[in-house]
């Protein structure tokens, strides 16, 4: 059963960038999606790329900071965030999409155990 990895997350001051990384554990080119949960709240959406690239779609939140990217050659899905912001701190998790809304986690599966993005002000 496919499995998905991220990597990427740190620490990072305010207004600085970092780049997330989806990789899954077989090679197979799907819609993936990018959710966050902070501390004591709900899984929330961030992005999600077609399986061709096109379209993405961005909670409202992050709209013009992040920017979700695949590479089939790397078999990965990239989510670079620049102008970080404290409340972007969060677990990032990717998942493949199944169907239904993009904007729903239960709309995807396979999802990795999440990298730590902390955001420091």
């Known amino acids: 059963q496919v499995q998905l990895v991220e990597s990427g997350g740190g620490l990072v001051q305010a207004g600085g960038p970092l780049r997330l990384s989806c990789t899954p554990s077989?090679?197979?080119?799907?819609?993936v999606g990018w959710f966050r949960q902070a501390p004591g709240k709900e899984r929330e959406f961030v992005a999600h790329?077609?399986?061709?690239?096109?379209?993405?779609y961005y909670v409202n939140s992050v709209k013009g900071r992040v920017a979700i990217s695949r590479d089939n050659t790397e078999n990965s899905v990239s989510l670079q965030m620049n102008s970080l912001k404290p409340e972007d701190t969060a677990v990032y998790s990717c998942?493949?999409?199944?169907?239904?809304?993009?904007?729903?986690?239960?709309?995807?599966?396979?999802w990795g155990k999440g990298t730590l993005v902390t955001v420091s002000s």
């Open positions: 077989e090679r197979a080119v799907r819609s």
């Open positions: 790329i077609h399986w061709s690239g096109s379209p993405a």
């Open positions: 998942g493949i999409y199944s169907g239904g809304s993009v904007y729903g986690a239960i709309s995807y599966w396979a």
